[in-house]
C-alpha cells in the first residue's frame, strides 16, 4: 500500500539534503531499522557509455528511493524519485531528464539507477535515498563515485608527511598523506586508504572533501592519528590514494625519516 505523499516528502527530503549534505557528510542513523545498500562504490565508465549503480532496501515499507547528484566541494542536486511499481520515474530534478537518466527495480528492495550517453559533466557521487517510518528517518547509501573520462585518468601524486616534533611529544600523532594531481576531468573522486603492517585501517582517519586548485586539478588531505609507541616500534604506515582504476601509493614508517 502506497503511503507517501510524494510532494511532501520531496520538500522534506530536499531540505534534510540541504542540511546535512552541505557539511559534504551522509548521515548514517544506527538506529534505523532500513538501509541502503550502494553498490559499486566507484564506477569509471566512457564518454557516451551507460552507467548503472544498485540500490538495495533492506525493508520496503511503501516509499520512493530518490537519486542525488552531488560534485564535490558543490551543493546536492535532486535527480529523480522512482517506486517499484511505476513504468518509469514520477519526478525529476531541474536539469535532469528521461532521455539519459532513469530508473528500474527487480522487486520491491532491488533498484537500478541507470544514466545513458554519460558525459564528464555527469561525474560526480550519486546517492540513493529513501525514509524509514519507524522511527522516521532519512536513510542514504554510502554513494558510487562516478567517473567519465574520455581517456586514460593520470595517476595520483601522493605525498606522504611523518609526524610532527611537537607531535611526538604526546601519546597520540598524525599521519597527514596529500593527494594531488587529481584531474579536472576526475573531479577529484579519489578515495584515500590507509594501512598498518599491511591491514586495513579505518579507526581514527579524517579525508577532507577534494579542493579545486588554481591550475582546475584537486586536491585531498587525509590524517590518520596513531599511537606515538606504534611510531617509536617503527610500524609501516601506507596509504593508497586510488581514482578510479588507477592508483598510488606511499610507505613511511620511523626510520625512513631518519635517513
Known sequence: MFNLNLNNSIEVVHSCMMKCLKLYLIPTDVSCQKAVIQTPSVLTVSTKGTATFLCDITEDEGNYVNCYKQVPGGAPQYVLSYYYTDDSPVEYGSGFSSDRFTSKATSDKDYQFIISNVEEADSAVYYCQTQNDSPYAQVFGQGTKLIVTDGEIATPAVTLFPPSTEDLKSSRATLVCLAS???????GLADV???SSGESVTEDVSTS???Q???NTFKISSYLTIQTAEWDKDV???CKVSLGSTFSEKEI???SCSL
Open 253 to 255: 614508517r620511523k626510520t
Open 236 to 238: 609501516v604506515f601506507t
Open 213 to 215: 586548485q588554481p591550475d
Open 193 to 195: 586508504s590507509w594501512m
Open 209 to 211: 572533501p577534494a579542493e
Open 181 to 187: 594531481n587529481l584531474s579536472q576531468k576526475s573531479k
